[in-house]
Nanobody, 115 residues
Framework: QVQLVESGGGLVQPGGSLRLSCAASGTTFAIYTMGWYRQAPGKQRELVATITNVGYTNYGRSVKGRFTISGDNAKNTVYLQMNSLKPEDTAVYYC?????????WGRGTLVTVSS
C-alpha cells in the first residue's frame, strides 16, 4: 500500500516562502508522476504542480512563476518551493502520486498566508 507523508505547511506572511515535502513509501516500481493539488475553503481542489520521473513539469496558472516543483526519484520524494505567497494561496495542499495507474493522496498540509 502506497503511503504519502507531507510536511512543511504552516503560517507565513504575504510575500514569504514555504517549502513542502512529500515522501512516498510502499512502492516497488518507479513512480511516474508526483505532484501537489490544493483546496481552499468552499472551492474545488485544483492543480498546483506535477512532475514526472523524467522531469517534465506542469503548473497551475495561478502559481506559475512563483512556485517550483522538484523531485528526488531515489527518495520517492517531491518538493514544492513556494515563493511570493499571497493570501489567496491559503489552502490545504495535498500530495498526489500516480503509481501503476492508480492515484494516491496524502492527508494534506495546511498553508495559511496572512499578516
Amino acid at each position: 500500500q502506497v503511503q504519502l507523508v507531507e510536511s512543511g505547511g504552516g503560517l507565513v506572511q504575504p510575500g514569504g516562502s514555504l517549502r513542502l515535502s512529500c515522501a512516498a513509501s510502499g512502492t516497488t516500481f518507479a513512480i511516474y508522476t508526483m505532484g501537489w493539488y490544493r483546496q481552499a475553503p468552499g472551492k474545488q481542489r485544483e492543480l498546483v504542480a506535477t512532475i514526472t520521473n523524467v522531469g517534465y513539469t506542469n503548473y497551475g496558472r495561478s502559481v506559475k512563476g512563483r512556485f517550483t516543483i522538484s523531485g528526488d526519484n531515489a527518495k520517492n520524494t517531491v518538493y514544492l518551493q513556494m515563493n511570493s505567497l499571497k493570501p489567496e494561496d491559503t489552502a490545504v495542499y495535498y500530495c498526489n502520486v500516480d503509481y501503476t495507474g492508480v492515484n494516491y493522496w496524502g492527508r494534506g498540509t495546511l498553508v495559511t498566508v496572512s499578516s
